[in-house]
C-alpha cells in the first residue's frame, strides 16, 4: 500500500473525514485512493467505537461521582450519629 492507497476493500465514503474532503475537494465517494499524501484516511467505524468509548467514560466519571457524593453524605451521617452517641454517654456520666 502507497501513501495514498486506502485499506483493501475501503472507499472516500468509508471515511470520517469524508463529508470534510468533499467540501475541499469534491472527492468521489467510491474512490480507492485519498487525495491527501500521506493518506488522511480515518475508519468512520473506528470513530463510531471512539465516540462509544468516550460517552462511556463520561457516564462512568458521573457515576463515580455520585457514589463519591453518596459515601461523603454516608460518613458525615456516621460521624454525626458518632458524635450524637459521644455527646449521649457525656450526658450520663455528668449525672
Known sequence: MDNTTLPEGKTCRDCCLYYKCLELKGV????VECNFVPSR??????????EQVANDTKQLKDAIALVRQQAEVFLF???????????????????
Open 28 to 31: 468521489w465517494p467510491l474512490s
Open 41 to 50: 484516511f480515518r475508519d468512520a467505524s473506528q470513530k463510531a467505537v471512539v
Open 77 to 95: 451521617a456516621r460521624e454525626n450519629v458518632n458524635m450524637q452517641a459521644y455527646l449521649s454517654i457525656l450526658e450520663h456520666r455528668a449525672i
